[in-house]
């Protein structure tokens, strides 16, 4: 995680237009999604899915910090655009540890309640 992407969101959040908690809450449940559809795409043999999914995760764990997140979608993602599935089911595992991580992070950063 990004200690300086996290506080520019608290700084955010400190200004009464934004909440840190809801969007903590919106990317875990987008991400699940897409971590399910990234799945899915594998299984498929599904190269433009895979590119567009793993592009889209790539942007949101941008905007929150995630860096080892985002730089597994980017890889998934360049697998995708060459139109090829092959080698992502490692990467996808990579990235439910680096979202379990994550998860973890942002509970640590919220705190108790």
């Known amino acids: 995680m990004d200690p300086e992407v996290l506080a520019n969101l608290k700084e ?4 009464g237009d934004f909440s840190l908690a809801e969007f903590f809450q919106v990317f875990a449940q987008d991400s699940a999604r897409r971590m399910g ?9 599904d190269a433009r899915t895979l590119e ?3 592009h889209t995760l790539k942007g949101s764990s941008r905007e929150l910090g995630a860096r080892r997140m985002a730089a597994l979608c980017q890889q998934l993602e360049d697998i ?3 139109g090829s599935t092959a080698g992502t089911t490692e990467l ?3 990235l439910e540890e680096a979202l379990a991580q994550v998860g973890m ?7 108790p309640g």
């Open 92 to 94: 996808v595992v990579c």
């Open 80 to 82: 995708g655009e060459a």
């Open 37 to 45: 559809a990234l799945r899915q795409a594998i299984e498929k043999g």
């Open 105 to 111: 992070a942002l509970t640590e950063y919220r705190g």
């Open 12 to 15: 955010l959040e400190d200004g």
């Open 52 to 54: 567009r999914q793993a």
